[in-house]
């Protein structure tokens, strides 16, 4: 009913940037909070952000000055600025969205990952 997609990660140098684009379609009528997790090997999913319908942000202390939560509800998509990667950035980072569907179901949907690695 609802697929997110995630694209945008990749491999970069320690202190690079990148960008990650989350997706929503479907059946949607309207997406509430949405954010982005990410998983390390070993590790458990952990938050790194999240944004509100009113943009309203919140993110991990380990990301905080370093990356910014965007969206545009519009086009149900939302964006994550990664800036001042560090090596123990790499992981899986996994989209997240609350999404009141049009069949009047509020559902946790999620992404497939996408793979972010920061060389040193």
């Known amino acids: 009913q609802v697929q997110l997609v995630e694209s945008g990660g990749g491999l970069v140098q320690a202190g690079g940037s990148l960008r990650l684009s989350c997706a929503a379609s479907?059946?949607?009528?309207?997406?509430?909070?949405m954010a982005w997790f990410r998983q390390a090997p070993g590790k458990q999913r952990e938050l790194v952000a999240r944004i509100t319908s009113g943009a309203d942000t919140n993110y991990a202390d380990s990301v905080k000055g370093r990356f910014t939560v965007l969206r545009d509800n519009a086009k149900n998509i939302m964006y994550l600025q990664l800036n001042s990667l560090k090596p123990e950035d790499t992981a899986v980072y996994y989209c997240?969205?609350?999404?009141?569907?049009?069949?009047?179901?509020?559902?946790?949907?999620w992404g497939q990952g996408t793979q972010v690695t920061v060389s040193s």
């Open positions: 479907g059946s949607i009528l309207n997406i509430n909070s």
């Open positions: 997240n969205a609350q999404v009141l569907t049009s069949f009047m179901r509020l559902i946790d949907s």
